[in-house]
T-cell receptor, first 114, second 110 residues
Framework: SAVISQKPSRDICQRGTSLTIQCQVDSQVTMMFWYRQQPGQSLTLIATANQGSEATYESGFVIDKFPISRPNLTFSTLTVSNMSPEDSSIYLC???????????FGPGTRLTVT | DQQVKQNSPSLSVQEGRISILNCDYTNSMFDYFLWYKKYPAEGPTFLISISSIKDKNEDGRFTVFLNKSAKHLSLHIVPSQPGDSAVYFCAAGYGNKLVFGAGTILRVKS
């Protein structure tokens, strides 16, 4: 497994602003993933972040709205840009190991946009 | 389209009895499956996985069964304990991507 931390754990933001969420892993990993869990919903993959390359976004998510950085093998950030109340969600990062490709999750960042 | 479905939003079980959580999928490309447990205000915790070449995997009190022909998997927890009360997500994977079900709330009564 892996120990994953996220900052901040929660935030309340005003619409139109941006928030950057940090994800730190205790060991080097090739792939990191960012998910969103909207209220009452399941986890939806936003993008896959590999170190040294551009993030790969899933259908419905775009880089201008959710820019991602992956500067090294233990760290990544997700920015939620120009926020609206519909962005109120829990945002989670995860890392993958082994096969089957098990993913281990951070504690999540609970974002409320007012 | 929901590729992974957990049709039971909630399940209530007496302590010591068996809990059975079910999951159905539609995409034949999935080649592995996982179960996660999630407590409030925490991230999902990996429980157990199974490759599509197997039909059963066991880890302590947790057993996952896979029926590929029916595109169905289930998680059995025996015996159930009050600490097992949480939301359980099944996830199906292909390559390095996971698709999650909507989750089932398990309540284990003491």
């Amino acid at each position: 497994s892996a120990v994953i931390s996220q900052k901040p754990s929660r935030d309340i933001c005003q619409r139109g602003t941006s928030l950057t969420i940090q994800c730190q892993v205790d060991s080097q990993v090739t792939m990191m993933f960012w998910y969103r869990q909207q209220p009452g919903q399941s986890l939806t993959l936003i993008a896959t972040a590999n170190q040294g390359s551009e993030a790969t976004y899933e259908s419905g998510f775009v880089i201008d709205k959710f820019p991602i950085s992956r500067p090294n093998l233990t760290f990544s950030t997700l920015t939620v840009s120009n926020m609206s109340p519909e962005d109120s969600s829990i945002y989670l990062c995860s890392v993958g190991r082994g096969f089957p490709y098990e993913q281990y999750f951070g504690p999540g960042t609970r974002l409320t946009v007012t | 389209d929901q590729q992974v479905k957990q049709n039971s939003p909630s399940l209530s079980v007496q302590e010591g009895r068996i809990s059975i959580l079910n999951c159905d999928y539609t995409n034949s490309m999935f080649d592995y499956f996982l179960w996660y447990k999630k407590y409030p205000a925490e991230g999902p915790t990996f429980l157990i996985s199974i490759s599509s070449i197997k039909d059963k995997n066991e880890d302590g009190r947790f057993t996952v069964f896979l029926n590929k022909s029916a595109k169905h998997l289930s998680l059995h927890i025996v015996p159930s304990q009050p600490g097992d009360s949480a939301v359980y997500f099944c996830a199906a994977g292909y390559g390095n991507k996971l698709v999650f079900g909507a989750g089932t709330i398990l309540r284990v009564k003491s």
